[in-house]
């Protein structure tokens, strides 16, 4: 064997040891595709994709724009993952629609609030007061249960947030016979001004200008709070190796003290 020829040999094994011994996802060089809310989630995963590349992972956040669904493109598979909503919000989606889709990580609490344009607490409401809430189970729950506390409803014995959900068929008692609007998450922060006061959701309310520790004038509890946010892909693709590496991602320091600078306090990370 020649030195020319081994030299050549040597080049072909070291080339075929570091496609078969480095990172799985790195023989394919297209990003992946995660879908998320413009606002806050936007500006969180557009710095998971910075740490993201220095580890050798490409990540492209998608915004999911108006009433289109991030879990019907993930499970469709024109997302890779998506990363907008908490745990009961995906269980109603995959009992709804038969969703195959899987957590495999929490990320934040994103706290739901009233605002209002008019009103500086929930107590000055007055009777028969226009109240916008969420049309979906659990964050209509979310809604119900902030003004529970504030003792402005009351809702059927035995309610368990952390168990159930809860509709305007549960409301026991409304003292005030507040008038309740149901609608999408994202039409309430565009309805302000034509309600008293409305349940927004802490992403669609960032949108708006909206912050909840700020604006909000009754917001959720931090404390056991069960709507903890999530990573979710397609139950085919939990144990896939680019898995870890797009949690790892999320779960770093610089994603977390972003979090923790920018939000004063309205979206906690809980990593």
Do not use: C
């Not at 490409?58 to 724009?65: F, G, K, L, S």
């Not at 989606?93 to 500086?120: C, H, M, W």
């Not at 008692?173 to 802490?202: G, H, M, Q, Y």
Request: no cysteine.
């Amino acid at each position: 064997m020649t030195p020319r020829f081994f030299k050549k040999l040597l080049g072909v094994v070291l080339a075929s040891a570091a496609m078969f011994h480095g990172p799985a996802f790195s023989a394919d060089p297209k990003p992946l595709k995660v879908g998320v809310r413009g606002g806050v989630d936007e500006q969180i995963w557009e710095v998971v994709a910075q740490v993201a590349k220095k580890n050798g992972l490409a990540v492209e956040p998608v915004v999911i724009t108006g009433t289109a669904s991030p879990n019907e493109a993930l499970n469709n598979g024109d997302l890779e993952a998506n990363a907008f909503q908490h745990i009961p919000f995906l269980n109603d989606q995959i009992k709804q629609r038969g969703y195959k889709l899987v957590a495999v990580a929490n990320t934040l609490i994103s706290p739901i609030a009233f605002y209002s344009r008019k009103y500086k607490s929930l107590k000055d409401l007055p009777d028969g007061a226009r109240v916008g809430i969420p049309n979906d189970p659990s964050n209509q729950t979310r809604a119900l249960v902030i003004l529970r506390d504030q003792g402005l409803i009351t809702l059927r014995d035995g309610f368990d947030p952390a168990t159930g959900t809860a509709t305007l068929a549960d409301v026991t008692s409304n003292p005030k016979k507040l008038e309740f609007v149901e609608s999408a998450s994202v039409v309430l922060a565009r309805s302000l001004p034509d309600v008293d006061t409305a349940a927004i959701v802490n992403s669609f309310a960032y949108q708006a200008g909206l912050i909840a520790t700020r604006d909000g004038i009754a917001v959720e509890k931090k404390e056991n709070n069960p709507y903890v946010n999530i990573i979710v892909v397609r139950e085919k693709d939990k144990n896939a190796p680019w898995v870890p590496e797009l949690i790892k991602a999320y779960h770093s320091e610089e994603v977390r003290q972003f979090i923790l600078s920018k939000y004063e306090g309205s979206v906690i990370p809980v990593f």
